[in-house]
């Protein structure tokens, strides 16, 4: 009942049978014990995306952190990302002591712009972060080979793409790792925690011993520290509930693609100058919904804002299609951010001027909104959500 009328998170029947038996094994922490919870979700959630090793850990933003440094990325190492992508990215890249570089967005797809981002690589650029937005699958085949310099590693952040889908297989298994979010708003959501899929093998046992404070004697059979390191470990409680919310999600993301579906129509049928943007997909059995991101069609910034008013007035719950660009935090304005690269040689000249991202500002403030999956959970929050928009249109 609380899931069809739009709350979430909400449990799914099996977390406190999951939590309960945490407690009961004396295996609080990931640290020790003889069966806990983490194993269980990192097994299952690898089967899920399709990844050889899942490496579980306290938060998705940790996750870009760690792996940053697994991959070797030092001080003068450039990492591009989109300027309008969630705060923590940059946050994690800087936390990372790497150059966080910033491209512009697509007119289009809300996600990021070839062009744009080809202008960015330099002879210190040394990984690319894909953005998968809102559920939208950002442009992997041409982040994957930016160009045709293979050695520009590809991260994906699919902290809010859980289940979405690009070329056929799941994203977070096209770039050298995919982290993901159990955090507020995440398709998925167990009150903390995260975690990172990758195909090396290698990659993942740096990985552990990264989340235990760098220790390397359970992965490594020595008892020794070589990088500095984090507390990246997940709670076990965390990972007893994530481990039923993931169990669960494919039926609720199908419930949300078909809710989807019928407010697709809608659209189409009613002439509302809006459309679901679908990112860099055409189907809309590929994106993973965690938030349905509209294009709205010659709207000004006074038509956007009056349309977002009304549906706060519905008790419709939607917010700007993307992030607001990186460029307008105090941090990165005031320019505060460059105290924490330790790289003096590195310039910010032009890297915080709105000149640069003429799609991303234009995005936020008319051409697009997202509106809260809440409203695909049931056919009642849908039906309330098209009530909403029929009267608008009046």
Known sequence: MKFALGLFPVSLGKERKRLNEVLSSGSW???????????????EFAEYIGSSEAVAVSGGGVG??????????????????????????????????VIPRFFDADMDTFLSNPDSVKSKIGQNTQAV????????????????????????????DCCLALGTEFGGKKVGTTGKVGIFSFGSTKPVQAGEGGIIVTDDLDLARELRAMRNWGERTKEFGIRDVNELSWNGRISEFSAAVAIEQVRNFPSILNTIRENVAVFDKFLKEN???????????????????SQVVLKLNGFSE???????????????????????PISTLSLFKTGDWTKWMNNPQWSTKMEMEESQYPNSF???????IGLSRTNFQSKYTTKRLISALESFSA
């Not at 939208?136 to 293979?150: I, P, R, Y």
């Not at 006074?302 to 008790?315: G, I, N, R, V």
């Not at 234009?362 to 697009?368: A, D, L, S, T, V």
Request: aromatic share 4%; with cysteine.
């Open 129 to 156: 972060i894909a953005s998968h937005l809102w559920g939208n699958s950002d442009d992997l085949k041409t982040l994957s080979n930016l160009g045709g310099n293979s050695e520009v590693v590809l991260i994906e």
């Open 29 to 43: 922490n990931m640290s020790y014990g003889p069966t806990p919870a983490h194993l269980k979700l990192e097994k």
């Open 302 to 324: 006074k038509s956007k804002a009056e349309l977002l008013q009304h549906l706060a007035d519905c008790k419709i719950t939607a917010f700007h299609a993307n992030f607001e």
């Open 271 to 289: 002439g509302l100058n809006m459309e679901i943007n679908l990112g860099n997909s055409t189907s809309l059995s590929d994106p993973s919904f």
């Open 362 to 368: 234009e995005i936020f403030r008319q051409k697009g």
């Open 64 to 97: 870009i952190q760690m792996s940053i440094r697994a991959l070797g990325l030092g001080r003068e190492s450039e990492v591009l990302m989109q300027i309008d992508t969630c705060s923590a990215v940059p946050m994690a890249a800087l936390n990372s002591q």
